[in-house]
């Protein structure tokens, strides 16, 4: 068959061209617009002068910044590897049942995840809220003393990560089972020939096979969890939002509080570049350690 290589290479740029001119409409024009911005002394919708990397050497003198970094980390910390163990955990028990009870089980566990954030906010609020919350109701009944969770700075943080693990591990939950109903039941079968146990089977086969799933979970929730705001915008609410301070949260208060375009944007940039290098990082050495399995 004699095909016409220029015709279909104009039909293929046809096609891609309405998304490439979407693509560069809502996300490169306004990336490259955001890092002109981060070098400008300008409020967030204006013109406004030069002024070079002041803005960026300025963030290693600014206090709520480093609020904000150590903040996000720690919010990381408490929930990307514990939110993934957990949906491995979940994930495991699910598969061990069938039919319509295992149907069942998933959608409980999968029905936070389509919930919205600001549904998500009132149902913890009732709960932990200390004048009224469900468990402090609890608290008084066995003795204890009631703890204003979301307005001490010790436990906002953990709390909200609680929060975000029972939000967020639906969607890490069915990513896991996908992964374990791809390991060929041979395997399986094989090993309790063998009279292997539950943990050696785990740690010898179900582990590793899983390991790549168990990469992209982490990725994922790695990227979403440093990009946290939704949960500390709401919980932060009447109580110390600037001791709550996470990245996203802090390029809020800049750009739409006090309208510091400029600087606002320049935090925006140090934040894209973390997520890109730890993400790459993160990557790698779960191909890393994948390989010294």
Request: glycine content about 6%; some cysteine.
């Amino acid at each position: 068959m004699i095909r016409n290589s220029r015709k279909e290479s104009l039909i293929a740029y046809a096609l891609i061209a309405p998304f490439v001119a979407i693509y560069g409409l809502i996300f490169i024009y306004p990336t490259i617009d955001m890092f002109i911005l981060s070098f400008q002394d300008a409020p967030l919708i204006g013109s406004g002068d030069w002024v070079g990397s002041d803005n960026y050497t300025r963030l290693g003198r600014d206090r709520r910044f480093g609020t904000a970094a150590w903040n996000t980390a720690y919010f990381v910390a408490l929930s990307v590897l514990p939110g993934t163990l957990v949906a491995l955990g979940i994930a495991l028990g699910v598969s061990r049942l069938s039919g319509r009870l295992q149907a069942l089980v998933l959608a409980l566990f999968f029905l936070p995840y389509i919930l919205p954030v600001s549904v998500v906010f009132r149902l913890w609020d009732w709960t932990l809220n200390f004048q009224f919350g469900i468990a402090m109701h609890l608290f008084d009944w066995v003795g204890i003393d009631r703890v204003p969770i979301f307005k001490v700075t010790a436990w906002f943080m953990p709390a909200v990560a609680f929060v975000t693990i029972w939000w967020t591990c639906g969607f890490s939950i069915l990513l896991f089972l996908a992964g374990l109903r791809a390991i060929p039941q041979e395997i399986y079968e094989a090993a309790a020939l063998d009279n292997t146990s539950r943990w050696r089977t785990f740690r010898r086969i179900t582990w590793p096979l899983l390991w790549p799933v168990t990469a992209l979970v982490l990725t994922i929730q790695l990227i979403l969890q440093l990009k946290i705001f939704d949960q500390v915008y709401l919980f932060s609410q009447g109580g110390r939002p600037n001791d709550n301070l996470v990245m996203v949260y802090y390029i809020f208060q800049r750009a739409f509080v006090n309208d510091h375009g400029g600087r606002a944007a320049a935090i925006a940039v140090v934040l894209f570049f973390v997520v890109i290098i730890v993400s790459v990082l993160n990557f790698q050495l779960m191909r890393f350690a994948e390989r010294r399995q």
